[in-house]
């Protein structure tokens, strides 16, 4: 069954970088769409990062020139490099991919989300 697995929140001061980390696992036929969203118990999810299978991103405004998205096909895994933090960064950050693979009881493509990161930015 597919699964994504994050890595890399925590507490960082502001002005600080913290890496974040997503890895599909299970049986993957293919990884499309790889991605990073926010959510804080004032607002809705949110996308930050977006990445394609070709390498195309697209990000939030609020980070651009700050954070950086990349993946690497062989390992199936995207990442979040995110510099100079605000405290408005301080969130949920999950996962998401576009994966066509074993879902548990059949083989398809659907929407996969990770259980969640949270990341503080606060002195």
């Known amino acids: 069954q597919v699964q994504l697995v994050e890595s890399g929140g925590g507490l960082v001061q502001p002005g600080g970088s913290l890496r974040l980390s997503c890895t599909a696992s299970g049986r993957i036929f293919s990884i499309y769409t790889m991605g990073w969203y926010r959510q804080t118990p004032e607002k809705q999810r949110e996308l930050v990062a977006t990445?394609?299978?070709?390498?195309?991103?697209n990000y939030a405004d609020s980070v651009k020139g700050r954070f950086t998205i990349s993946r690497d096909n062989a390992k199936n895994t995207v990442y979040l490099q995110m510099n100079s933090l605000k405290p408005e960064d301080t969130a949920v950050y999950y996962c998401?991919?576009?994966?066509?693979?074993?879902?548990?009881?059949?083989?398809?493509?659907?929407?996969?989300w990770g259980q969640g990161t949270q990341v503080t930015v606060s002195s």
């Open positions: 990445i394609t299978s070709g390498g195309t991103t």
């Open positions: 998401n991919s576009d994966i066509t693979g074993w879902s548990g009881s059949s083989y398809g493509r659907n929407d996969y």
